[in-house]
Every structure is written in C-alpha cells, then in structure tokens.
C-alpha cells in the first residue's frame, strides 16, 4: 500500500532564508506525487506533482521538488522564503486505483521576519 | 472562473442533529470526492463519486452519507452527528482521467461545530 512520510512536523525558516519541506514515500509501483499548501481555514491548493514526466518538478510561488527513486524521497524547496509562504504543507501519493490521495501528516512553515 | 464551492463555510449543529453540507462545482468534472480534516492532521477521504458510482471506503462511519444528484452538486449528510464529527469537511473534484495522475482540486471546505 502507498503511504508518505513528512519528517517534521513543524519548520522554521528566516525571510529569504531556503526552505526545505522533507516527504519520503513508500509504493509498490511507480507513484504519483503530489504537494499541496492550506492556508488557516481555507482548501488545500496544489502546489506541483511528479508524474514520471521529469524528476525535477517546478510549482507555483517558486517551489519545486525533486523526485529521488534511490531515495524514495519527495522534498519541497523554495530558494527565499517570504512571509507569505507560511502555511501547511501536505505531502500526497496517489492510491494504486488512482483514485484517492493518501495524504501525509503535514508540516506546519513558520517563516520569522 | 472554474471553481469548488462549499456551502455553508461554517456550520454549527447539535449533537445528535442530522446536518447536511454542500459542494458544487462548475468545472464539470466526473470525480467528486469529500475529505474529513481534523484539527492538526490529515485529510482523511470518506468516499468519492466517479460520476454516478458510490465508492466508500472501508472505514467510512455508517453514520457519513453522500448524494450526488447530477454532476454538479454533492453532498454530505451526517445523520447523527457526535462531538468527534467536529471537524473540517473538504470537498475535491477530478476530471477522472484513470491511472493516478489525475489531479485533485479543493474547495475552502465546511468547518464543523457539534455543541
């Protein structure tokens, strides 16, 4: 069964400072990937996927994630963080049928002034 | 422009009070999906529509309903709601393009308060 794994359950970063939002994964065939951001009290928004197209995906607001097989791993990064980047951060894989988002714990960015 | 659009934003029912929620859609997408959020986790999924077909998962409460009357509305009905039914109910919809790339979209969802 596909599952992801968020180390972290909540991040610091300094305005302009890189962000790293780790997601590691877990599927017995090739998975699809997903992150998503929610703002306090709002829907999640995506932000990328992988879909074997090209490891290194680029998102919106300057975000991208690379996808590493050897590493089973999905981080998220941002060069310079703003302040508006501050939010929640889920982690997804798509279920075997394609159907369902399996979604992972979340972390929480902080970005400080 | 295209969007997911839940209805009400916030909604405070009693315990034990059946409560419906609503989403509709004009992105005329076939997958239809609702999530429960609780407070610090995840979104967990309760059931989806590929257009008119039901898919629950297994560990939905009997006590969570869905109807999807056409392909743009949906619902969720919770006939008798308990204290840990408080949560954040999201609504998604998918073009429904098989084999796991498709993609999800949200609506700001429905928070939910049982006194």
């Known amino acids: 069964a596909q599952s992801v794994t968020q180390l972290g359950s909540h991040v610091s970063v300094s305005e302009g400072a890189l962000v790293l939002l780790r997601c590691n994964y877990s599927?017995?065939?090739?998975?699809?990937l997903f992150w998503y951001v929610q703002y306090p009290n709002q829907g999640l928004q995506l932000l990328l996927k992988?879909?074997?197209?090209?490891?290194l995906v680029k998102g919106i607001n300057g975000f991208e994630a690379e996808f590493k097989k050897s590493e089973t791993s999905f981080h998220l990064t941002k060069p310079s963080a703003h302040m508006s980047d501050a939010a929640e951060y889920f982690c997804a894989v798509s279920d075997q049928a394609g159907t369902a988002l399996i979604f992972g714990k979340g972390t929480t960015l902080s970005v400080s002034s | 422009d295209a969007m997911v659009i839940q209805n009400p934003r916030y909604q405070v029912t009693q315990f034990g009070k059946p409560v419906t929620l609503s989403c509709s859609q004009t992105?005329?997408?076939?997958?239809m999906y609702w999530y429960q959020q609780k407070s610090s986790q995840a979104p967990k999924l309760l059931f989806h529509?590929?257009?008119?077909?039901?898919?629950n998962e297994a560990d939905t409460p009997d006590n969570f309903q869905s109807r999807r009357p056409n392909t743009s509305f949906c619902f969720l009905d919770i006939r008798s709601p308990g204290l840990g039914d408080a949560a954040m109910y999201l609504c998604?919809?998918?073009?429904?393009?098989?084999?796991?790339?498709?993609?999800?979209?949200f609506g700001p969802g429905t928070r939910l308060t049982v006194l």
């Open positions: 529509y590929y257009d008119k077909d039901f898919n």
């Open positions: 599927s017995s065939v090739p998975p699809y």
């Open positions: 992988y879909t074997s197209a090209a490891t």
């Open positions: 998604a919809t998918s073009p429904g393009r098989r084999g796991g790339t498709d993609t999800q979209y």
């Open positions: 992105l005329n997408h076939n997958v």
